[in-house]
């Protein structure tokens, strides 16, 4: 059963990676990532995941999800997933053998401009790699759900979202989110960023000791270290992973977050 290293507690956002096995690239085809899609949709409709943004690569997932207090909620939502998208795949293609990683992967995002960042930088996940120029030309990400140009089998919980990013009226949630979008574009730094897919949790120095303090002995060993130019940017892990400076990406601009 695909699982986390550590329990996701409640009350904070989860990044969620999780990797075809051996890094193979097994969701290459649209319609095998359209299946994910479509099994989560049925996850969120069964158990009540809260999901915040997604986007399928063609040998990986990304998941943002807001964790509310039941356990089996994000494990089983993953389960049915990713369970349905290997079936399904070995069957047309009568292949036997692991489709995934055993475990994905669980980073805590504190909100404010680390979770501004950690959305955007699931969306330009394919600019990145070359694949499309914008995220809009990537119908497999939630760029589509946010902007309002997907309306049917929607997996994001736009509502919360615009919570968590601070936003009064969800009906400016497509504006600011298209302008954080233009912004990351014109930057020019598009580079891979581990810190959203390797730590335990990255945000504010306060963040990651309370953090630290609610999952206890579990993180005994992962280290707290700053990793940006901007003096408040922190991440926990473990003791082999290395961040540089650039890990994150710049802090431009006015964001209101509210706090937890």
């Known amino acids: 059963m695909p699982r986390a290293k550590l329990f996701l507690i409640p009350g904070y956002v989860w990044h969620l990676t999780h990797r075809c096995h051996n890094k193979q ?15 989560m949709y049925q996850a969120k409709a069964r158990y009540g995941l ?32 990713a369970s349905r998208t290997a079936l399904e795949y ?4 009568s292949r036997s053998g692991a489709f995934w990683e055993g475990n994905y992967h ?26 499309v120029r914008h995220p809009g030309d990537w119908p497999f990400c939630g760029f589509q759900e946010i902007r309002g140009k997907k309306t049917r089998n929607c997996l994001i919980e736009k509502k919360l979202l615009a919570d968590l990013m601070g936003i009064a009226d969800p009906g400016e949630l497509s504006a600011v989110y298209q302008a954080w979008i233009m912004e990351a574009l014109k930057s020019k730094d598009l580079s891979r960023k581990p810190i959203w897919t390797e730590s335990v949790a990255v945000g504010r120095e306060v963040f990651i000791e309370r953090i630290k303090s609610d999952l206890g002995l579990k993180i005994l060993h992962r280290e707290k270290i700053p990793v940006s130019i901007h003096p408040e940017g922190y991440v926990l892990k473990d003791p082999t992973r290395t961040y540089t400076k650039r890990a994150f990406l710049p802090e431009k601009g006015v964001f209101r977050a509210k706090k937890w």
């Open 25 to 39: 690239f097994l969701l290459r085809f649209d319609r095998d990532r359209r299946v994910w899609m479509e099994w």
């Open 50 to 81: 809260h999901v915040l943004n997604y986007a399928v690569t063609s040998n990986h997932i990304h998941l943002l999800v807001y964790a509310d207090g039941r356990r089996y909620v994000i494990p089983r939502s993953i389960l049915l997933a």
């Open 90 to 93: 070995n069957r047309r293609k």
């Open 106 to 131: 669980a980073t805590a995002i504190e909100t404010g401009s680390h979770f501004r960042n950690c959305l955007v930088y699931i969306d330009l996940n394919m600019v990145r790699a070359g694949v």
